[in-house]
Every structure is written in structure tokens, then in C-alpha cells.
């Protein structure tokens, strides 16, 4: 059975340089509901890029609240809501392939998507880095910018096959401090299905 990702209950109604705002479907109130923290009322989602990220969701009933992290801090949240920002981020930032770092030139690049068919081939660059003592600790950069943190190569690996990429090892080698880098191209394919 198929299960609905965040990215399919919702449309890209703006990436501008500053934010992107997404809108909740008519229908897809009970499918947000089962993704766990969504009570089905959200209507309006924005995201904000840069350093810092301000959440702010705006419910059908006319109510809004807002919440933010990143470099300078965190606002105190529930588990429930931080998971909910976790998943309106890797929306934008995994599904939708939208950068919102503080890199002028790739939030410039990534303008264009307004929709998962936008991502459709879209390529990037990885770099995987890790001590050779430790491992378990890979940290992921994509086109120059930091990604995100894995606890192993399979799962850096595996994390994109999940999003629909093809991988290609470019290189391997030991930089100057001794950190050891993988090099990868990929490629996303075009067909997006998701099972449970």
C-alpha cells in the first residue's frame, strides 16, 4: 500500500529568495492527519531561508502560529512540533529539492521549482566526509553547502536512493587534515513512488 508524503499533499505557491510557502490540497485533510502531527487544518505553510528558519503555519480557521530554528538558537517546542517542522523541512529541502541555506547562489538556482515536477533530473554534487577512526559519523555537503549528518555510508546512500537519486562515485582520497572524502554525482529519476 502507497503512503502519502508531505509533498504530495501540498503545492509550492511561492519560492521566492526569502521563503517558500506551500498550500495544503482541498483534499487532504485526512491524509495529513496520518502523518502523525498535522491536525488537518493547516491551510498555508511558509518556510523561511537563511541561517534561521521561522515555521509558520496558517489554519483554516484563520489562526497562525510560528516557531524557529537554526544558527542563532531554537524556540522551545514540543516534541510534536519539532517533528512537524523536521518533516515541512525535508519537504522543501529533500522532496522538493529547494535549498534554504544562506548560499546566495543556490537559493538563486533552485528558484525554478514550483512543483515535483520541476526536480524531475535534477543533479547535484556530494561530498562525503568522515575520520577513518570514526566512521560513524558522515557529514554530507550537496553542491558546496552542508546537508546533513549520517551514522553511516549505506545510510547516506540508501537516504538518497530513497529520494530517487542515482548515484555516482566520482572519487576517494585523504584531504590535508587527514579527513577522508567520497565524491559522488547524482541524478534524480523521474519516477516518485513511495511505499510503506
Not at 488537518?40 to 516557531?67: A, M, P, Q
Not at 575520520?131 to 557529514?139: G, Q
Amino acid at each position: 500500500m502507497k503512503s502519502k508524503k508531505l509533498c504530495d499533499l501540498v503545492d509550492i505557491i511561492d519560492n521566492n529568495m526569502d521563503c517558500v510557502v506551500l498550500k495544503v490540497k482541498d483534499d487532504a485533510q485526512i491524509e495529513l492527519i496520518k502523518l502523525g502531527y498535522f491536525s488537518g487544518n493547516e491551510d498555508i505553510i511558509r518556510l523561511t531561508k537563511g541561517k534561521n528558519h521561522t515555521c509558520s503555519v496558517f489554519n483554516k480557521d484563520g489562526t497562525n502560529f510560528s516557531w524557529y530554528w537554526g544558527s542563532s538558537g531554537c524556540t522551545l517546542v514540543s516534541d510534536m512540533l519539532s517533528k512537524k517542522g523536521k518533516l515541512i523541512e525535508e519537504c522543501i529541502t529533500e522532496d522538493f529539492d529547494i535549498y534554504i541555506g544562506d548560499n546566495y547562489e543556490n537559493i538563486n538556482r533552485c528558484l525554478y521549482i514550483k512543483s515535483l515536477d520541476d526536480v524531475n533530473d535534477a543533479q547535484h554534487f556530494l561530498e562525503f566526509m568522515y575520520w577513518k577512526d570514526n566512521p560513524t559519523n558522515i557529514s554530507v555537503h550537496k553542491d558546496g553547502s552542508f546537508y546533513k549528518n549520517f551514522d553511516s555510508i549505506d545510510k547516506v546512500e540508501q537516504h538518497f536512493k530513497d529520494l530517487n537519486y542515482n548515484l555516482v562515485k566520482n572519487d576517494k582520497y585523504v584531504a590535508g587534515t587527514g579527513c577522508i572524502v567520497e565524491e559522488y554525482y547524482i541524478e534524480k529519476k523521474k519516477n516518485l513512488e513511495y511505499e510503506v
